[in-house]
C-alpha cells in the first residue's frame, strides 16, 4: 500500500510538472491558444492552459510566481511595479494595430495628427475629418491593456487620452463598433478581418504585415513571452516550440500574426526604431 501511494504521489507530481500556464495579453491570446493546442496534441503529456486579463496581470502575474509565463505586448520595464530584471524576456511575434470604425462615418483615412486629435478629444465629429456630421464616440481598451499602452505611446505621445467607455479585449471592442454608428476604436490585426467594421489608414498608408516590416505602418508591438528567470525545461522546451519554423513560418501568418524574423526594423522600450542589422 506504501509503495502504490509513493507511485500516486509521484505521478502526480509529475503531471503537475507538465502544467504550464499562460496568462496576459489578449492580443496574443489568440496565437497561444492555437500554438498550445498543436503543441499538446504533439506532446500527450503536456498540459497548456491559456488565459486572457491583459499585459498588466501577465506581467505582475509571472513576477509574483503564480503563472509559468506572462505574455505582454510591452516591454516589462515599461510598467510600474514590475521588476524587469527578474523575468526574462522571450519576443516571440509582432502583432499589428489597427484603428477601427463603424462603417457609417464615411471616413476610410486618417493622418496621424487627426488620430491623436480623435484620441485626446480635441476632433469631435466626423465631419471635421472628412466623413458626415455625426459625433465621434471613442472606445478605449482598458487600463492594463498593452495593446492600448502600444497605441497610446505611438499616437498620444504623452498627451492625455479623452475620457471614454473602456472594453476588456479585442473581440468586446469589434462587436460594439460594428453596431454602433460613430464609433472609432483600436484592435489588433488577427481580429480585424470583419466585413462590418472599417480599418483606418494612416497617412495613405494601409495597415499589412507587409508594411510593418520596414515601420511604414507604425502602429504595432511585440508579442513577449516572458519568464520568471531562466524557465525550467519543461517551459523553455514550449517557448522552444514558439520560435520553431512550424510556429514562425505557419501558425504565424496563417492566423494574422508577423514573425520576428520577418521584421526588417527593430523596436526598444523607448519605441526608438532601428533598421536591423545596423
Not at 519576443?91 to 495628427?113: C, E, F, H, M, Y
Not at 483606418?200 to 520596414?214: A, E, F, Q
Request: glycine share 8%; proline share 3%; aromatic share 6%.
Amino acid at each position: 500500500m506504501i509503495a502504490i501511494l509513493a507511485m500516486v504521489f509521484l505521478t502526480g507530481c509529475k503531471n503537475n510538472s507538465s502544467k504550464i500556464t499562460i496568462v496576459g495579453s489578449s492580443a496574443m491570446q489568440l496565437l497561444a491558444e492555437q500554438a498550445g493546442n498543436d503543441y499538446r496534441l504533439a506532446h500527450p503529456n503536456s498540459n497548456i492552459v491559456v488565459q486572457g486579463g491583459g499585459s498588466g496581470t501577465g506581467l505582475s502575474q509571472v513576477q509574483a510566481g503564480a503563472v509559468e509565463i506572462g505574455t505582454s505586448d510591452v516591454f516589462a520595464e515599461t510598467q510600474k511595479g514590475i521588476k524587469a530584471s527578474a523575468l526574462r524576456d522571450h519576443p516571440i511575434a509582432v502583432v499589428g494595430i489597427v484603428p477601427i470604425t463603424n462603417k457609417d462615418t464615411g471616413v476610410k483615412n486618417l493622418s496621424r495628427q487627426q488620430l491623436e486629435k480623435i484620441f485626446s478629444g480635441e476632433i469631435t465629429n466626423w465631419r471635421q475629418v472628412g466623413g458626415k456630421d455625426e459625433e465621434i464616440t471613442v472606445i478605449n481598451r482598458s487600463k492594463g491593456s498593452g495593446t492600448r499602452s502600444s497605441f497610446e505611446d505611438i499616437v498620444l505621445k504623452g498627451k492625455k487620452a479623452v475620457r471614454s467607455q473602456e472594453q476588456d479585449s479585442n473581440g468586446t471592442v469589434k462587436k460594439i463598433v460594428s453596431s454602433t454608428p460613430g464609433t472609432i476604436s483600436y484592435i489588433s490585426f488577427p481580429y480585424a478581418n470583419d466585413k462590418n467594421i472599417q480599418k483606418i489608414s494612416l497617412d495613405g498608408v494601409k495597415p499589412t504585415n507587409k508594411n510593418i516590416t520596414t515601420n511604414a505602418w507604425p502602429l504595432w508591438s511585440y508579442e513577449h513571452m516572458y519568464t520568471k528567470g531562466k524557465p525550467n525545461k519543461q517551459i523553455q522546451k514550449f517557448i522552444n516550440y514558439m520560435l520553431s519554423d512550424k510556429v514562425q513560418d505557419e501558425l504565424i501568418p496563417k492566423i494574422g500574426y508577423l514573425s520576428v524574423n520577418q521584421m526588417k526594423v527593430k523596436r526598444d522600450s523607448n519605441n526608438r526604431i532601428t533598421k536591423i542589422g545596423n
